[in-house]
């Protein structure tokens, strides 16, 4: 089991000051900041009429969470491998926790989500300038209860060296240990969103505290995709 102490049980009423911090509007602003509208924006990436196919309203999504994606890949989601993307996420339950999953076969190279991960990371197509963090906020966004959002912040906390099994680490982080209880006494007390899942909450307090700690958001923080 690998997670931060901000996330265990002495910690809950600070890890909640976290998540209202970040609904909360800074600087003078009147609306939150743009990562609050990431899991909502046009309805969320999993709702019935678009759960099983990337469209525009989720990169516009991404972009909330400071990431782009560039035009290439756009029309290599959107468009050209947008087939193959069907076929992908039909295969990912929209509503099943990480934890409750077969995390070996979840992880399984062959697997439909590791699949869709070296899809979207360019690396069965072509370069696309999509690293893991971009990748996994579109995933994210697709099925929010089943893939956390990894980016340079987050990472350490966990106790990552890159992406490399990062699901295996978050599923041992939440399996039988009382976390996705406590991150829901956690949004509760933070009177954060209904619709945010319990990952998205882990991935708020643990982004939130990181940055508390000085450490520095990358836009994708380990190996891009290679030219293949």
Known sequence: MTYHEI???????????LVRRYYTPIGGHTVPRT???????????DHLDVADRIT????VAVSFLSVDIKGRAAIGLLETH?????????QLPVDV???????DEFEAPNSPANELWDLIRGKKYGKWDIGPTKASKLMARK??????IYDSVVRPLMGL???AAQWTTWHAALKDTGLPERLEA???AAEAPEHISTLRVMDIVLWMHGIELGLEPADDDDDVAVEL
């Open 7 to 17: 996330l265990d049980a002495d910690h809950v009423a600070e890890a909640a000051g």
């Open 35 to 45: 990562g609050t509208r990431f899991d909502g924006w046009a309805g969320g990436g």
């Open 56 to 59: 525009a309203d989720d990169l």
């Open 82 to 90: 947008a087939e193959e993307i069907t076929g992908l996420l039909e």
């Open 97 to 103: 926790d990480l934890w409750t999953t077969d995390v």
């Open 143 to 148: 099925r929010p209860r089943l893939i956390p």
């Open 161 to 163: 060296k890159n992406s």
């Open 186 to 188: 956690i949004r509760q």
